[in-house]
């Protein structure tokens, strides 16, 4: 069970919006820890693509976007491509444990 | 240009050791905190351990601590995790992570090598 709380599963069609969900609590991202966001596409290594809640670093597309409020982040894609079928986490810092990163158990994004 | 390439991986027997490697290059390797996520088959993202950029600090995931040792050695642009006393539940890639600012010991991972895979199996 991850700390930080993802949906399995998301799904849109080319050129829609979606959203990924990243719920935690008081100790992560309820305490103002910077949340931030990969994509995993199949077979390759994670890529950073929204650090410090809404900052996208060199390269990522302003199709991509993050938000928080209170306990919980969100991470938006808008017009959708199929290129963007891929895992993504989330991840942040939690205070309860022992100097430890947590991320989201992963969200699959499938554009139909 | 920045790069991370982990090696070391491998079948290894239950109880057995494993070091692992992370050679740095393109960048001020001592300058970064680098840190360790491993990715069971299947599964998701999890995070290792982290050691300072000067060594000085260093943090365990609880499911790794006392058997796990992150270290590193600056003149070599080299990131090590030595694993012990195995099981299969270690069984995952392993990643080497670069913190994306120098001098932040927690923060966004924006450099990450290929993977090692490490199966742990009699």
């Known amino acids: 069970q991850s700390v930080l709380t993802q949906p399995p599963s998301v799904s849109g069609a080319p050129g829609q919006r979606v959203t990924i969900s990243c719920t935690g609590s008081?100790?992560?991202?309820?305490?103002?820890?910077?949340v931030h966001w990969y994509q995993q596409l199949p077979g390759t290594a994670p890529k950073l693509l929204i650090y410090?809640?809404?900052n996208r670093p060199s390269g990522v597309p302003d199709r991509f976007s993050g938000s928080k409020s209170g306990t919980s982040a969100s991470l938006a894609i808008t017009g959708l491509q199929a290129e963007d079928e891929a895992d993504y986490y989330c991840?942040?810092?939690?205070?309860?444990?022992?100097?430890?990163?947590?991320f989201g158990g992963g969200t699959k994004l499938t554009v139909l | 240009q920045v790069q991370l390439v982990e090696s070391g991986g491998g079948v290894v027997q239950p109880g057995r050791s494993l070091r692992l490697s992370c050679a740095a290059s393109?960048?001020?390797?001592?300058?970064?905190?680098m840190h360790w996520v491993r990715q069971a088959p299947g599964k998701g993202l999890e995070w290792v351990a982290v050691?300072?950029?000067?060594?000085?600090?260093?943090y365990y995931a609880d499911s790794v601590k006392g058997r796990f040792t992150i270290s590193r050695d600056n003149s070599k642009n080299t990131l090590y995790l030595q694993m012990s006393s195995l099981t299969a539940e270690d069984t995952a890639v392993y990643y080497c992570?670069?913190?994306?600012?120098?001098?932040?010991?927690?923060?966004?991972?924006?450099?990450w090598g290929q993977g090692t895979m490490v199966t742990v199996s009699s």
């Open positions: 410090g809640y809404n």
């Open positions: 393109g960048f001020t390797f001592s300058s970064y905190a």
């Open positions: 008081s100790s992560n991202i309820g305490a103002d820890y910077d």
């Open positions: 991840q942040s810092y939690d205070s309860s444990l022992s100097g430890s990163v947590v």
């Open positions: 992570a670069r913190a994306r600012r120098d001098g932040y010991t927690f923060d966004a991972f924006d450099i």
């Open positions: 050691i300072s950029y000067d060594g000085s600090n260093k």
